[in-house]
């Protein structure tokens, strides 16, 4: 088990940066410019890392138009799938180019193998990482072959049960995989807030002893913001230059503006999220002086009993702590007391 994972020698997990991941997928629209300003625009927003997705559509499917091939209903409704993935993969061709331009930019980027060939391909790029998509984690077969390579493992989780998690995690483990982080993952798109379910993000850390995340095709940012808040370690979503532009992902994108927003308030979520202290901040401090203490809010004599009248809880801090009011009550004033004089012990017998 381990509790972080290493990314081109950067830490990744509770107590380290948020891990920001931009999925390009087919927000390129096969247009290899669009696929590098994409990447110019993730550096810009800040984004840690790219990721993209290796395979062909005859590395996924078959070319048939046989009813089991076809989309039934959702966003890709009625699209054979040979055609789906044909207009959405990233040509290999330009991957390795991407790599260097991310690296050149600072920015880590890999990729979600499909198949044993992409992972060979992958691995002659020498990328920092591999992830797992949620419809590969029953591919044992391939998860095993991804952990043979000694690379860090980012599963996603979508659509699997426990007792499916557990066996990916297992056949990653038992062929070497060190380094393993679950994401929290539902695999609709658009998925719908109320199904994200995001206290499982601290589960699958406990239950596995693994770093954890959040890949977010929900619209907008309020959720991988929330992710931050329960325990999310990396954060993945997709970035496209326009929702209404076509394509088979850009409708559950954001948009550079968007995701900027949602690196912004995830930094400024991990900074407040802090750790457990009770101690009082330094920027507290100073306020300190408006809580509130006892004064004598009447002129008193010496000899004068103090009452409910005389004496009161009231802003600022420099008489006695409200707590003494009941022993105060019924004894004197040990002389002359001024309206507005912050208590003390020495005014009282």
């Known amino acids: 088990m381990n509790g972080h994972l290493e990314i081109n020698g950067r830490l990744i997990g509770p107590g380290f940066p948020i891990y920001i991941v931009a999925e390009l997928s087919a927000n ?15 550096k810009k927003v800040d984004a840690d890392a790219i990721k993209l997705q290796t395979y062909t559509p005859d590395t996924l499917t078959l070319r048939s138009d046989k009813e089991h091939f076809r989309v039934g209903d959702g966003l890709w409704a009625g699209r054979t799938l040979y055609d789906l993935y044909d207009a959405a993969y990233t040509p290999w061709e330009w991957q390795p ?15 979600t193998p499909f198949d044993t060939t992409a992972v060979e391909f992958l ?55 060190m380094q393993i982080a679950l994401l929290k993952c539902n695999s609709a798109y658009p998925a719908p807030p109320e199904e994200m379910h995001l206290h499982t993000i601290a589960h699958l850390a406990a239950t596995f002893g693994v770093v954890a995340g959040l890949s977010d095709h929900t619209l907008g940012s309020a959720v991988p913001i929330a992710a931050v808040a329960l325990g999310a370690c990396i954060i993945e979503k997709h970035l496209a230059f326009s929702r209404e532009a076509p394509g088979p992902d850009n409708a559950f994108s954001l948009e550079p503006a968007e995701f900027r927003e949602m690196v912004n308030a995830i930094r ?24 509130r203490s006892l004064f004598v ?53």
């Open 28 to 42: 390129h629209n096969q247009n290899f410019d669009q696929a590098v300003s994409l990447i110019y625009a993730a």
């Open 97 to 111: 180019e991407l790599k260097a331009i991310a690296n050149g930019l600072g920015m880590d980027l890999f990729s």
């Open 123 to 177: 691995e002659r790029m020498d990328v920092p990482a591999h992830k797992v998509a949620s419809f590969e984690i029953v591919d044992l077969p391939l998860i095993r072959r991804i952990a043979q390579t000694g690379k860090p493992m980012i599963i996603s989780t979508g659509m699997a049960t426990l007792a499916e998690i557990d066996e990916a995690v297992r056949t990653a483990r038992e062929a070497g995989a």
């Open 268 to 291: 400024i979520a991990e900074k407040a999220l802090g750790e457990v202290r009770y101690e009082v901040t330094r920027q507290e401090a100073a306020s300190r002086v408006f809580r």
């Open 297 to 349: 809010v009447e002129d008193m004599k010496a000899g004068d009993t103090f009452t409910a009248k005389t004496v009161r809880s009231i802003r600022p801090s420099y008489g006695l702590s409200p707590k003494h009011l009941p022993e105060v009550l019924g004894m004197r004033a040990a002389k002359d007391i001024e309206r507005g004089t912050p208590l003390k012990w020495d005014l009282v017998i």
